[in-house]
């Protein structure tokens, strides 16, 4: 699927990378250091490529392994939204949300705004990574079986790559959202409530109501494309996912300081072991820690020791 380079600069404005939701150090308490995040990888010439090249890939969402993952049905969700409410202002809104469009005339454009939306989240890029590199089961799905290694990277290094974002292509960087359905709903009915509390405002002129009505279509727009890109069901929230999202699929350079550690698996081989530290073995690499997992005794947790 093309992505239309009009309907997204139609879209997307002026604005800066998207405010995902959670942006920023994670909260949660079990993951073995909040301030490094995980990629997980085959001991293979793919897995070893991101470190030879200094690079990390951004997938095309169709290839990522939930096939909901970035491929929600907006406009579906948006017309449940609207036969679910009550007669009134609100609803009255959710039918305005419904049909806005992305237009140009000068580049003969005129497409449904969540369609286009739809098209565009799925012509991004996605490079996922982990909290939390003690999961027995994230080493099981994307650590070949416990044989792998993980490379650990600094969050403050992404957190760098997007106050920059227009150099990197990127639109945000977000914990994944798991929920027990899609937030669409929920979100239609939440923006509707606001752009009517925001318009009944006692002798509101029709200058301000406009441009009411401009920002709230901004941050309706945003939030939508944040969702669409963050959110995932229940069943993976083992995962304890942060992604990066680019305008789309392609690889991105990084320097040796986005390197925080390497952890190996617990069946990785010491063959493996010494050709990770090898590649890594310049005077630019020094600052990397090595590591690997075992399981503690009489338990079924892993932890984390020298490598």
Not at 179 to 185: E, G, N, S
Request: hydrophobic share 40%; charged share 25%.
């Amino acid at each position: 699927m093309e992505k239309n380079d009009v309907a997204f600069d139609l879209l997307m404005g002026s604005t800066k990378s998207l405010g995902f939701p959670n942006n920023g150090l994670s909260s949660s308490k079990d993951v073995s250091n909040d301030n490094v995040l995980y990629k997980f990888r085959s001991f293979n010439s793919i897995g070893l490529r991101i470190l030879i090249d200094r690079e990390i890939y951004f997938a095309a969402p169709a290839s990522l392994n939930d096939p909901l993952d970035c491929r929600l049905t907006i406009g579906k969700q948006l017309q449940f939204a609207i036969d679910s409410e009550k007669p009134g202002f609100a609803k009255d809104l959710m039918l305005n949300f419904r049909g806005r469009r992305v237009c140009s005339i000068s580049e003969n454009l005129d497409e449904d705004m969540h369609e286009s939306i739809e098209k565009i989240v799925q012509t991004t890029g996605v490079f996922s990574l982990s909290e939390n590199v003690k999961d027995p089961l994230m080493w099981s799905h994307y650590g070949n079986a416990h044989l792998g290694f993980c490379i650990g990277f600094h969050r403050n290094y992404f957190n760098k790559m997007l106050t920059n974002h227009k150099k990197y292509g990127l639109l945000g960087g977000s914990n994944v959202e798991y929920c027990a359905t899609p937030p669409f709903i929920d979100l239609f009915k939440q923006e509707s409530k606001k752009l009517a509390d925001l318009l009944s405002e006692p002798n509101l002129t029709v200058e301000k109501a406009q441009r009411l009505i401009t920002d709230h279509h901004h941050f309706y727009t945003n939030r939508i494309i944040a969702a669409s890109l963050s959110s995932k069901s229940n069943s993976w929230a083992y995962e304890k996912e942060y992604r990066l999202v680019r305008t789309a699929p392609g690889v991105v350079e990084f320097s040796e300081e986005a390197i925080a550690e390497i952890v190996f698996g617990c069946n990785a081989s010491t063959h493996d072991i010494a050709t990770v530290k090898r590649i890594l073995g310049g005077a630019e690499w020094k600052h990397v820690e090595f590591k690997r997992v075992q399981f503690a005794p009489l338990s079924f947790e892993l932890e984390l020791v020298p490598a």
